[in-house]
């Protein structure tokens, strides 16, 4: 039997169908409507619905009071364990996700009467061209036309004159939050999507459909800003929730030993997708040029062809923290995982081969995986004794053979001393692309949530 097929027949009784997990309640879409949640389209986050369930899953077994999420995005495993009056710990590197949870913390405590006077002072006013320039990258020229670009230059120009703190900020994160509604862009997997009307070079005709005015869109948002106000719940997140930005694979390593009695996370998947090209406009608004979106793309967990080896850098960082005996214990871990160097082996070959459509998919395999290892790692260290671990996340497969993330993300908790309980497996799976189906044909890949606990 392979290495996957032994791999597999070890976890095999622990991989459980699990009906009430739907793709939609997985994924952002059960979200689009939730007040506060809906605030910004952020397709990666998974649904308050989801995050509830597992918690009344924690709950049943333990009474937690301190969750983290590594890979905190918009902050839905924050907030919906404040509101259970826990406490949050959250690390997030994307600026996009970081500003929506200072913006959900602000929401917490902002006068909601100063925010409606302003709101109402906008309405009635006019929006004249102002000096404000978008800080286009390469990536977003044309992403707007030019009645678009006029009226968000009048609306960026108003905000200073927004005194209270808090209410400006809330301002500025609504015209970050439409900026894909009202551009000719459209995010699509790894890349934008680009409208003909943009004017740009195109292989094929994409129209995107009704594009609304800057105006009608940014007051629009700020109206569902204005109405989830009402519904705020007294504060707790903001008293109970602390945000780290960085890297998880720096941040983590300077946590305190078996501090959290849960950790609700969903990492980047390791399927090439580069947050950078699909956040490009959002990351460009928030102040990130050329140079911070190249150095931004390698910090971000490896999930795309570009990313390099950190091995060395992390290896640097846990000796600076007197820690090198935890990151050896990772490495041994790594290179003793047969059913991921079975798959590198294969990929190897078909790259010897000139068979694979880019080389680079080794590398980033290679790398995902030694870093996921570290968070894992980190993880068990983290976790208090009796501890839950709820992560969700998707296999794979490159050029036809399957990356059973899964299985090895499992094998490496066990190794760092967890226990697998089960791992729960969406009744609908994921296709693999048009590109591989077309040789490969399709082969559906488990969608799952891990169950983790520390003895």
């Known amino acids: 039997m392979d290495e996957r097929g032994r791999l597999h027949r070890r976890f095999a009784a622990r991989l459980e169908v699990n009906p009430l997990l739907t793709r939609q309640l997985v994924s952002f879409q059960a979200s689009k409507s939730a007040p506060f949640y809906r605030w910004l389209k952020y397709k990666e986050a998974f649904s308050p619905d989801l995050v509830e369930y597992l918690y009344d899953q924690l709950a049943a077994t333990i009474q937690p ?18 509101a259970r009056g826990w ?17 959900r913390l602000l929401a917490d405590e902002v006068s909601a009467r100063e925010f409606e006077r302003e709101l109402d002072l906008l309405r009635r ?68 999507r680009w409208d003909q009307r943009s004017g740009r070079p195109l292989a094929q005709k994409f129209d995107k459909g009704f594009i609304p005015k800057f ?5 629009q948002r700020l109206r569902e800003f204005s109405q989830d106000l009402t519904r705020r719940n007294g504060g707790h997140f903001a008293r109970q929730a602390r945000v780290m930005e960085g890297s998880c694979l720096l941040e983590m390593a300077r946590l305190e030993d078996a501090s959290f009695d849960c950790v609700l996370t969903s990492p980047p998947y390791c399927n090439r997708y580069d947050y ?38 992390l290896a640097a960082h846990y000796r600076s923290l007197k820690a090198e005996r935890r990151f050896d214990r990772v490495c041994a871990a790594y290179d003793g995982q047969r059913g991921l160097h079975e798959v590198l082996c294969h990929l190897n070959r078909a790259r010897e081969a000139g068979e694979l459509s880019n080389g680079h998919v080794v590398n980033m395999v290679e790398n995902y995986f030694f870093e996921m290892a570290l968070v894992v790692f980190e993880i068990a260290r983290v976790l208090k004794p009796g501890g839950r671990v709820f992560i969700v996340n998707d296999n794979v497969r490159y050029h036809g053979e399957e990356v059973p993330a899964d299985l090895i993300l499992s094998d490496f908790a066990e190794s760092a001393g967890l226990r697998v309980d089960r791992v729960w497996v969406l009744p609908r799976g994921k296709g693999n692309s048009s590109q591989q189906m077309g ?13 983790w606990s520390k003895p």
């Open 65 to 82: 009071r301190h969750v983290l999420d590594p890979f905190a995005g918009t902050g839905t495993a924050l907030t919906r364990a404040c």
């Open 87 to 103: 406490q949050a710990t959250g690390i997030e590197l994307m600026p996009v996700g970081a500003a929506a949870l200072r913006a």
């Open 125 to 192: 006013s006019e929006w004249e061209n102002g000096k404000f320039h978008f800080p286009h990258l390469r990536i977003t020229e044309r992403a707007f036309s030019p009645e678009t670009e006029a009226a968000l230059a009048g609306y960026m120009d108003r905000l200073p004159g927004i005194h209270d703190e808090a209410v400006r900020f809330l301002f500025w994160f609504a015209a970050m939050s439409v900026l894909e509604d009202v551009s000719f862009t459209r995010k699509d997997g790894q890349y934008l």
């Open 215 to 219: 105006r009608d869109a940014v007051l």
């Open 276 to 313: 950078t090209r699909t956040y490009a406009l959002e990351l460009a608004f928030c102040g990130c040029d050329e140079t911070r979106i190249r150095e931004l793309r390698q910090t971000l967990l490896s999930a795309t062809v570009e990313n390099k080896s950190k091995r060395a850098a």
């Open 439 to 451: 040789r490969w044909g399709r082969v559906e890949l488990r969608k799952c949530v891990y169950c």
